[in-house]
Nanobody, 123 residues
Framework: VQLQASGGGLVQAGDSLRLSCAAS????????MGWFRQAPGKEREFVAA????????FYADSVKGRFFISRDNAKNTVDLQMNSLKPEDTAVYYC?????????????????WGQGTQVTVSS
């Protein structure tokens, strides 16, 4: 499975961005998909995850109510809609995938990773 993340950019606080992750190589409809982020000088952290059929979704407390994860299994994609962005959301955002039955928050459970897309939020 190859993952390609896109949609990052430079925005102002309060703006919105939509990240997209396109999978190729095989259908990922049965894979849990996750978004993680890594800010400069910090560890990579969990943001959001969704199960294969979209039946279960989990968010980090820091983004709950502002970020929304969704997937389109027909297109083999997963998106992250980010609203009310804050400067502390600035990071490289990565998508990840693996055959997991639940929306796992532990990055080490995911075997497939995209290359990351930079999100910068100015104050």
């Amino acid at each position: 499975v190859q993952l390609q993340a896109s949609g990052g950019g430079l925005v102002q606080a309060g703006d919105s961005l939509r990240l997209s992750c396109a999978a190729s190589g095989r259908t990922v409809s049965s894979y849990a998909m996750g978004w993680f982020r890594q800010a400069p000088g910090k560890e990579r952290e969990f943001v959001a995850a969704i199960t294969g059929r979209g039946g279960s979704i989990f968010y980090a407390d820091s983004v709950k109510g502002r970020f929304f994860i969704s997937r389109d299994n027909a297109k083999n994609t997963v998106d992250l809609q980010m609203n009310s962005l804050k400067p502390e959301d600035t990071a490289v955002y990565y998508c990840a995938a693996d055959r997991l039955p639940i929306p796992v928050t532990n990055q080490y459970e995911y075997g497939y990773w995209g290359q990351g897309t930079q999100v910068t939020v100015s104050s």
